[in-house]
């Protein structure tokens, strides 16, 4: 039987710089590292499962399919070259995925993965060692062939089974209608289009003034950036730009969040400016959201207890709806992570960080499980220098300069997944 192998090139991601097709010393010696599978997870779902590989550095892979001219197949291997696994894993689930084991092999790690139906890889991509993580994940996300959801779970040995169908499970025309139409959300949101949505966020507003300076106020120093990110992205011609407010407004913080979710966005961006009683410190941060947010999401979608941030799921099923709003959200948080690593580059050399510059936090602002965030607290409003940099139109200048080449350097990445 002729096997086909499509390899996966994500070096660029790991080197951060590194281009793909590019053939500097750097990307070499990384291809050819030995690196170490240390643990595979997984979150499985009915429509979708994510596997996640741990590995002490980054490595090669490749998906292996037994008919090149299928559509879709219920068994892949994935292939770690330059790889090595101390010894075999295996996991049994319910959901689209069967059951998975790991192998080594002559220089590699090999993992056989049966699915419960034809199954295609959806995407992929790297995340590198960031806060509090020590370890590269490379993520790949499978879906079925047909785009169906996987009927019958039955569950594995040591599993408890799922509650037995009742005669009014069968999904009504609506919950059809409501999973069909995030389906298309998603799908949107996911593909290479010409022009990305960003909703940009000036913080405070009207009757909130946030915090004060000598001389400057929170609420005007972030609607003056926010202002000059928009005119600075709309020079491109490369985005449709939304702001939150674009006046001396008070909108409400879930207001903010139902507006990027109702338009759709690709990326959110708040604009902040800091304060603390001690006037010497000072520089930017990048906020993201941290996992007491996720689980909070979690929480209050689950049981529909907060009306802003009311997401369709279409199971009857409480674990089932988990499982499916834990695969979108974790992606979301994946890409936001991305997005913040990406800008705090861009942001260094422009403007002072804090020594921890990418922090996380349970900001309501981030809370939207479908749509890429972060806050940006641009400086200290309570330091001198801080002060006069976000109140001068060519600081602020650089700095929507910085942003805007972030957001580039971010969908320029996101477009070389796709038509990989």
């Given at each position: 039987?002729?096997?086909l192998?499509?390899?996966?090139?994500?070096?660029?991601?790991?080197?951060?710089?590194?281009?793909?097709?590019?053939?500097?010393?750097?990307?070499?010696?990384?291809?050819q590292?030995?690196?170490?599978?240390l643990?595979?997870?997984?979150?499985?779902?009915?429509?979708?499962?994510r596997?996640v590989?741990?590995?002490?550095q980054p490595?090669?892979?490749?998906?292996?399919?037994?008919?090149?001219?299928?559509?879709?197949?219920?068994?892949?291997s994935?292939?770690?070259?330059?790889?090595?696994?101390?010894?075999?894993?295996?996991?049994?689930?319910?959901?689209?995925?069967?059951?998975?084991?790991s192998?080594?092999?002559?220089?590699?790690?090999?993992?056989?993965?049966?699915?419960?139906?034809?199954s295609?890889?959806?995407r992929?991509?790297?995340?590198?060692?960031?806060?509090g993580?020590k370890?590269?994940?490379?993520v790949?996300?499978f879906?079925?062939?047909d785009?169906a959801v996987?009927?019958?779970l039955?569950?594995?040995?040591?599993?408890?089974a799922?509650?037995?169908?009742?005669p009014d499970?069968?999904p009504?025309?609506l919950a059809?209608?409501?999973?069909?139409?995030?389906a298309?959300?998603?799908?949107?949101?996911?593909?290479?289009?010409s022009?990305?949505v960003i909703?940009i966020?000036?913080?405070?507003?009207?009757?909130?003034?946030?915090?004060?300076?000598?001389?400057?106020?929170?609420?005007?120093?972030s609607?003056?950036?926010?202002?000059?990110?928009?005119?600075?992205?709309?020079?491109?011609?490369?985005?449709?730009?939304?702001?939150?407010?674009?006046?001396d407004?008070?909108?409400?913080?879930?207001?903010?969040?139902?507006i990027?979710?109702?338009?759709?966005?690709?990326?959110?961006?708040?604009l902040?400016?800091?304060?603390?009683?001690?006037?010497?410190l000072?520089?930017?941060?990048?906020?993201?959201?941290?996992?007491?947010?996720?689980?909070?999401?979690a929480?209050?979608?689950?049981?529909?207890?907060?009306?802003?941030?009311?997401?369709?799921?279409?199971?009857?099923?409480?674990?089932?709806?988990?499982?499916?709003?834990?695969?979108?959200?974790?992606?979301?948080t994946?890409?936001?992570s991305?997005?913040?690593n990406?800008?705090?580059?861009?942001?260094?050399?422009?403007?002072?960080?804090?020594?921890?510059?990418?922090r996380?936090a349970?900001?309501?602002?981030?809370?939207?499980?479908?749509v890429?965030?972060?806050?940006?607290?641009?400086?200290?409003i309570?330091?001198?220098?801080?002060?006069?940099?976000l109140?001068?139109?060519?600081?602020?200048?650089?700095?929507?300069?910085?942003?805007a080449?972030?957001?580039?350097?971010y969908?320029?990445?996101?477009?070389?997944?796709?038509?990989?």
């Open positions: 039987m002729r096997l192998e499509r390899k996966l090139t994500w070096g660029w991601l790991a080197l951060g710089l590194v281009a793909i097709g590019g053939a500097s010393t750097a990307a070499v010696a990384y291809r590292a030995t690196s170490e599978l643990h595979v997870r997984v979150g499985n779902g009915a429509t979708e499962t596997m590989l741990e590995l002490d490595a090669m892979a490749r998906v292996v399919v037994e008919d090149p001219k299928g559509v879709g197949q219920k068994h892949l994935v292939v770690l070259s330059h790889a090595r696994t101390s010894s075999d894993q295996s996991g049994r689930a319910v959901g689209l995925l069967r059951q998975w084991r192998s080594p092999g002559a220089d590699s790690a090999k993992l056989d993965l049966d699915f419960d139906r034809p295609v890889v959806k992929r991509f790297l995340l590198p060692p960031d806060d993580v370890v590269y994940r490379y790949i996300d879906g079925p062939a785009g996987t009927p019958n039955e569950p594995s040995a040591g599993q408890t799922p509650r037995a169908p009742q499970d069968a009504s025309a059809t209608q409501k999973l069909n139409a995030a298309a959300r998603f799908a949107a949101r996911n593909q290479v289009s022009r990305k909703v966020d000036a913080g405070h507003g009207g009757k909130d003034p946030g915090a004060s300076g000598t001389e400057d106020r929170e609420k005007d120093v609607l003056a950036a926010a202002r000059a990110l928009r005119d600075r992205l709309m020079a491109t011609g490369r985005y449709q730009v939304v702001m939150t407010r674009t006046d407004t008070f909108i409400p913080l879930e207001q903010r969040v139902q990027a979710r109702r338009e759709n966005a690709d990326l959110f961006i708040s902040h400016a800091d304060s603390i009683q001690d006037p010497n000072h520089g930017a941060t990048v906020y993201t959201l941290s996992d007491k947010g996720v689980d909070r999401v929480r209050k979608v689950i049981s529909h207890s907060d009306w802003f941030i009311n997401v369709d799921l279409p199971g009857r099923d409480p674990s089932v709806n988990r499982i499916l709003l834990d695969l979108t959200q974790r992606e979301t994946n890409q936001s991305g997005f913040a990406i800008l705090l580059d861009r942001l260094s050399g422009r403007v002072d960080l804090l020594r921890r510059s990418h996380d349970n900001y309501m602002v981030l809370l939207a499980p479908d890429p965030a972060v806050l940006l607290e641009m400086g200290f309570s330091n001198p220098l801080d002060e006069q940099r109140s001068s139109p060519e600081a602020r200048k650089k700095l929507a300069d910085a942003v080449e972030s957001i580039d350097a969908f320029s990445r996101q477009t070389r997944i796709a038509l990989r």
